[in-house]
Structures are given as C-alpha cells and as structure tokens.
C-alpha cells in the first residue's frame, strides 16, 4: 500500500462531491449542533455520571457513529466547514470569532442552506451562529446584514457569537429582537464602552466569575468578553436561553408542518458552552454541577424537538442528525465547578486531547442520525464520517447536483450516514492550532511550534515540533507516536496534507 498511497491519497482528494442524487423520497432535515459536547459526555457513548435519555433515545432509533469528526477543535471553522462545505484552513480570517465581526462566509458562496432552497425546502438557523454578520462596523440599532439570510436560510433566530461574548442579545432575521430606540446599543472589542459594570472592577457583582479572561462588560451576573452598553430591553436571560430557542425552534417546526412545506431546521445550541447557566429545573440534577447539568439541558432540548416532529406527524419524515461542533473542555474561562466536581467523568471518552487540540478528542465528537425506513434502528457505525460532508450528502439526498467547483470539500457519503457502509472516508483533515490527516486507522499531525498545553484550559494541545504519526487502530488514545517504524507512509501522508493546502480539489 505503502508506495501508492500519495497517488490514491491525491486521487481520493481530487473527488468532487458525488453527482449522483439518491432516488428516495425528499425528507426534512433537523441537524441539531451542541456546542463543545465531548465524545464522552453522553450516556449513550459511555457516561455514567449523567444520563441523557432524549439523545439515547435517538441513538436507539438510528445510527451512533464512533468516528464522526467536526473538521476543526473550536466553533467558527467548524461550523465554516459545515454550512459551506469547504475546510475553513483554506479561508483567512476563519478562527474564533469576535462578537463584531463580519459575515465570513461568501454570500456568493454554496451552503447547506441555499441546497436546501434549491430543493424547495424552508429554512432557518435557530441559536449560536458565531461566522459574524454583516460587513464590518456593525451597528446593532440598524439593519444587520448580510447575514443567515444573505446565504440561503429564510429565516433565522441568532445567538450572533457565543454566550460569553457580547452583544448578549439575540438577533432576528435583520434586526436584533426587543430593542427600542432610546436606548441603543454600542459593542466595542477594543476600548471600554459606556457605564456598565466590568467584571474586572465589580468582582462582587458576579454570580459566575471568570477564570481566564471573559472580565469586560457585566450582563446578567456574568462578565463577558467584550464591553457593551445600552440595548437594556433586549438583553437575554442566559437561564432561559436553552428554553427560548427550543420554543422558537419547536414553532418553525409547527409552522412549516402546517404550510405543509418541506424544510432545513439548524437549531444550534448554546449549550454546553461556557457560560454554563442552566434552567433552574436542571440546577443541581447531576453530581457535575453546571457543566452536567447543561449536558441534561441540551439533551431535554433535543427530546423537545423530537416530541414535536411526532406530534406535528412528521417525525418519520424527517432525517435528525445530532452532532457537536467540537470536543470537550472542562474550565473554559469561569468557575463554575466544572473542575472539582467533575468526578471520575470523561467528557473525551478515553481519547486524547479535547477541545482546541490536535489530539482526536478535538473533533471527535457525538453524533447520531435517525431517519426511519432508510436508518435501521439501534446501528453502531465505525465510519469514518465528517460534517464538511453534510452539504453533499443533503445535496444527494434532495436531488440536487452540485457542479466541482461547489462545495469543494464535501464528498457524499450517504451511504455511510445511513448505515449501508461501515467504512466511510479514507482520510481527512483535522484543524487546530495545526493540520492533521487521518488516513483510514493513521493520524498523521503535522510539526508545530504551538505550545504542547493550552495556557486557559490545561488541555494537552497535540502541538510537537517534528512530526507525529499513530495508529489509531492499536492506539486510539495516541500515546505512541509510530513515526519512526512508518517513516515512508509519514513522508506520504505529510505531502498529501501539503498538496491539500496548495490545490483546491
Ligand atoms: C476562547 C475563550 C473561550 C471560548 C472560545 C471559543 C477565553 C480565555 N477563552 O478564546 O471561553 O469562548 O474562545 O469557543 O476567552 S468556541 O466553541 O466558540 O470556539
Ligand atoms: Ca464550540
């Protein structure tokens, strides 16, 4: 294998999207995101200090996969990747993103989102969006675009960034939601702004306190990176967050079964995010503290959602996919108990690393996709699956051809999703603070200057600066680095990863 693996590896990543549509009936699509859920952090994937019974529910309905991947270890590239199915490594400027930031996703660009509307389906993203909004110099009291709706979606409800970020306000198709002219609201990431409290200099103000930065502007008990002021009547309640955009989420569902319009739900959670600020009704539920009992919160949402689809009578029409847009962290910048209550719990799951890291824990993630009559009930697939796949998989799904030069990552791999093949991709890319390649059983992480420990999150980074290989088959938790008895198939893997970089499939 060894001597032709650079020209099949070329090979495999010169392979547009597949041309191919699938000749079944056109489904809706509820592709639920969580937010830094770890590959362990489920019942269903071996958690036994929290029980998620909504999402075991799923998996017992559907498909469980072992080796699905996120493209990047943090939010903004990895949800770049997903909607547009293009790796965010190919685009400058796709990292974390500031809460003022502009809209990074071409507007001239394909996503999952106008697929769905060439196929007639209605869609909306409902939660975190964090790929920025409109052109820069965003002012919040105005019309802010482009946006969700400049790339294909017909509506949308927005956490714009994070939680810990301002502005803490939800955003509404173009208009942030409950503002009123009297009181406008500034965002600055640069100089303080306005009267409000900071979490640096109000500490007693706080219910949550920071634990690395995130000590700008006070809002709701809790500082946040950024500084805002004004806008009072449009801020959110973060313990009502999981509820408001259920109900919103939940309501565009009843809405399009009742226009009996086909449709694209992306309802992306906050959760488990930090700031972990859960209902009252999940405050104290797990022996965890807030970082468990959010992971209950999320998977109440998912049951929400799921009940729902059953009782609008569309449930069985409907492909569910649920997945997470990185791995996990523990202490990501508040002391919320994360750390000491954490027990014997394993948000990786026995892999390595977690969020922002190299290791497989940073897009190894959670993910289950329920489809009845085409996904078998109660499957386990070791597929190697990606979400910058989802673009051509719901391209082939709703019979719509994709030309090469769209979505130019994203192979379709439905039959994986739904089951029909356990084998998946052969390789793909893996982002952090460096590139690495998995081909087939093979993690190939390029050398790296970065740092081998996260300063903020004491996560083991992957960073190392020659390069690393491991078998993931005899050594899923990457602790012996083979490259010194591979050393031909490391050369192989390291120059498709350069020809990747170079050349655009
Ligand atoms: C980091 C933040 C972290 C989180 C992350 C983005 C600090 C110290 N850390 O810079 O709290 O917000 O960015 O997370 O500020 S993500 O899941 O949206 O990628
Ligand atoms: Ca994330």
């Keep these: 294998m060894k001597a032709e693996i650079f020209g099949v590896l070329v090979v495999i990543a010169l392979l547009g999207p597949a ?8 489904p809706n699509i509820v592709l639920i995101y969580a937010d830094d859920l770890g590959y362990g952090d489920l019942s269903c994937y071996g958690a036994t200090a929290v029980t998620t019974p909504h999402l075991d529910q799923l998996a017992a309905g559907g498909i469980r996969f072992t080796d699905a991947h996120s493209t990047a270890a943090t939010c ?4 770049f990747a997903m909607l547009t199915g293009r790796y965010a490594w190919r685009q400058q400027g796709t990292g974390i993103a500031a809460g003022n930031a502009p809209l990074i996703i071409d507007t001239e660009a394909t996503t999952m989102a106008s697929i769905a509307r060439e196929a007639g389906l209605k869609s909306s993203v409902i939660g975190k969006w964090h ?3 409109g052109n820069g110099q965003i002012d919040w009291n105005q019309k802010i675009a482009p946006g969700p709706l400049e790339l294909g979606f017909d509506e949308c409800f927005l956490v714009p960034a994070t939680g810990d970020r301002v502005p803490t306000v939800y955003v509404e198709n173009h208009h942030v939601v409950g ?9 600055s990431y640069g100089k303080p702004i306005g009267d409000d409290p900071t979490g640096a200099e109000r500490p007693d103000l706080l219910k949550q306190k920071p634990s690395h930065g995130h000590d700008n502007t006070i809002h709701n008990g809790v500082s946040r990176i950024g500084y805002m002021s004004g806008g009072e009547a449009a801020r959110w309640v973060d313990e009502d967050m999981a509820d408001t955009l259920t109900t919103r989420a939940n309501d565009f569902i009843r809405r399009k079964a009742a226009a009996k319009e086909s449709f694209f739900l992306f309802f992306s ?4 995010h930090v700031p972990r600020m859960p209902h009252q009704r999940f405050v104290g539920k797990t022996t965890m503290g807030p970082r468990g009992d959010v992971i209950l919160q999320a998977d109440w949402c998912v049951g929400e959602v799921m009940q729902q689809l059953e009782s609008v009578g569309v449930a069985d029409n409907t492909l569910v996919i649920f997945t997470s847009d990185n791995g996990p962290v523990v202490d990501d910048g508040y002391h919320d108990e994360s750390v000491s209550k954490l027990g014997n719990h394993d948000p990786a799951g026995g892999l390595r690393g977690g969020k922002y890291s190299a290791f497989e824990a940073g897009t190894r993630v959670p993910m289950i996709a329920r489809w009845p009559g085409t996904i078998a009930a109660g499957e386990v697939s070791g597929a190697l699956v990606s979400q910058v796949d989802f673009c051509a998989d719901i ?3 709703l019979g719509v051809t994709l030309t090469p030069s769209q979505c130019v990552d994203s192979q379709e791999q439905v039959a994986a999703l739904i089951g029909k093949d356990a084998t998946g991709r ?13 081909w087939e059983n093979w993690k190939y992480i390029e050398p790296s200057q970065g740092a081998a420990f996260a300063k903020t999150t004491s996560i083991e980074l992957g960073n190392h600066a020659t390069a690393q290989l491991y078998d993931l088959d005899k050594d899923p938790g990457e602790r012996t680095n083979v490259i010194g008895d591979n050393a031909k198939l490391a050369k192989d893997l390291a120059g498709t990863l350069k020809w990747m970089r170079q050349n655009t499939p």
């Design 76 to 79: 903004t590239p990895s949800r």
């Design 269 to 272: 959670l906050h959760d488990i």
């Design 19 to 26: 041309q191919r549509a699938l000749a079944i009936n056109q």
């Design 426 to 438: 052969r390789s793909l890319v893996e982002q952090s603070g460096c590139l690495a390649l998995r």
């Design 131 to 133: 790929l920025g909004l």
């Design 179 to 187: 503002l009123v002219p009297e009181d406008p609201l500034v965002v």
């Design 395 to 397: 391209a082939s799904i």
